[in-house]
């Protein structure tokens, strides 16, 4: 069976579910506020969107743009010497991804979606989604002037922090305290990274004050930046008598950025944007799915955002499926995404909580991350935290369920080895507070769901 789906956002979450959805044979409509190519920060990948993009037929696009190729993280932080996060040799030599230009790479994925059958409009507004009762049934959006209507009978709302449904509608976002940041960043030709970075790998350095980015893009191009607290960037802000100013002076403080960017050339216009962490206190309902930013907002310490966007995209579409399909009730689709997604979002909230804890060192984190896996996972503690910030643990979950074989396509799409796929416990119910993360309260073995990609994606009992 098939259904109409209209999907709110034309980012990597709205465009991956679009996608996925149209290959699946539903009727979508997306709706995109601005016109593509449009710039966009999140330029560091993890491998786990390479996974979700070969699944969804646009790897091959994506890979002929001659993006940087990823391969794992450096970090300076706190007082501890350079640590590295080396994909490759925790996972082998398919474990990576990409640093992209996220103007030309959104554009890819919306084009792609447009290849597989997705309507898709540009320059349209969603104003209000309508309920009959609990469901979502119905949606008002402009284009071009006029005004419209669309009935569905699903919608994913992928519309990112405007947030449609969650913070114009609900109203429901949880902020977190901690985290509020803001980012300021600009780009130079010609830098360079640290010495024991990884092939292609992002460096995280650690100021007293936030942290600081530098991604190697394409052609030389460096992205650079730098995360502090809302306060401190009020504080600091007065004394310079511009934005780029301010960066530049930021630059400066740091000795190790100050020589990664001495080579080479500032190329203008410095940018800033607050960061805010927040998650809306469902991410789902009848009829109606949040994907990425439009459900939650983590910071961007540990590269995540793209991540989440694809991988809530993917579960979306999955659920829509297995309702469609009838293989599992809508209540049981509901509990499944509702569990996965804000698992995943509980899970790198923690860690990245436990990072800002600088003076912790990487033992710790390390030991965070091998606790944050499900009961029975094996992975050695780096191992565990290369493999939550590669985003591989999340695909294990959704595909691995107690005494039955991972389903093959993401995770070997990944290029995770089976062996290294612990058995585990399956996920349902809702974790409604954000920074529980106890695994054993996460996931409830009776339940037997787990996401099916083998013949179609969806939703299978085990």
């Given amino acids: 069976m098939t259904g109409t789906v209209l999907v709110i956002g034309g980012g990597p979450a709205g465009s991956t579910s679009a996608a996925l959805l149209a290959r699946a044979g539903h009727r979508v409509t997306l709706l995109e506020r601005d016109r593509f190519p449009r710039y966009h920060i999140g330029e560091s990948i993890a491998p786990s969107c390479r996974a979700i993009m070969e699944y969804s037929g646009v790897a091959e696009k994506v890979a002929a743009r001659g993006y940087t190729v990823k391969r794992g993280v450096l970090l300076r932080w706190g007082a501890e010497k350079d640590w590295a996060v080396d994909w490759r040799d925790m996972f ?211 590269s995540t955002g793209v991540h989440l966007a694809m991988y809530s995209g993917m579960l979306s579409a999955a659920s829509i499926n297995a309702i469609e399909h009838g293989d599992v009730s809508e209540q049981e689709a509901l509990g499944f995404y509702e569990t996965l997604y804000r698992d995943s979002y509980a899970r790198m909230l923690a860690l990245v909580s436990g990072m800002y804890r600088k003076y912790q060192g990487r033992k710790h984190y390390f030991w965070l991350a091998q606790n944050l896996l499900r009961e029975g996972a094996a992975e050695e503690p780096d191992s565990a935290f290369g493999a939550i910030v590669a985003g591989l643990t999340d695909l294990e979950d959704a595909t691995t369920t107690g005494g039955v074989a991972p389903a093959l396509g993401l995770i070997e799409a990944a290029g995770l080895a089976r062996g290294r796929v612990a058995e585990g416990r399956r996920p349902s119910g809702v974790t409604t507070a954000p920074m529980k993360f106890d695994p054993n309260d996460l996931y409830d073995p009776a339940s037997g769901l787990h996401l099916m990609t083998e013949g179609r994606l969806g939703i299978r009992r085990g």
């Avoid at 997705?118 to 609990?134: M, P, R």
């Avoid at 991604?215 to 460096?222: G, H, Q, R, S």
């Fill in 92 to 302: 082998g030599e398919d474990i990576r991804s990409w640093q992209v230009d996220r103007a030309d790479f959104d554009q890819v994925l919306l084009d792609h979606a447009a290849d597989q059958g997705v309507e898709v409009v540009q320059e349209a507004s969603a104003k209000q989604i309508h309920f009959d009762g609990e469901r979502a049934v119905a949606a008002d959006w402009e284009h071009q002037g006029r005004a419209r209507r669309a009935e569905f009978d699903h919608v994913v709302d992928a519309s990112g922090r405007a947030g449609l449904l969650a913070a114009r509608q609900f109203k429901n976002r949880e902020r977190h305290d901690i985290f509020r940041n803001v980012a300021v960043w600009g780009y130079y030709r010609g830098a360079k990274l640290l010495p024991d970075t990884p092939s292609g790998g992002i460096d995280v350095i650690s100021s007293p004050q936030g942290w600081y980015w530098v991604i190697p893009l394409k052609d030389d191009e460096y992205s650079v930046g730098f995360v502090t607290h809302q306060t401190q960037f009020q504080q600091r802000r007065p004394k310079f008598a511009s934005l780029e100013e301010m960066f530049h002076a930021l630059v400066a403080e740091s000795s190790t950025v100050r020589e990664l960017v001495a080579g080479g050339t500032f190329e203008g216009q410095v940018r800033v944007e607050q960061d805010f962490s927040y998650v809306a206190d469902r991410f789902c309902g009848p009829g109606y799915f949040m994907a990425g930013d439009a459900a939650c907002f983590l910071d961007p310490l540990l």
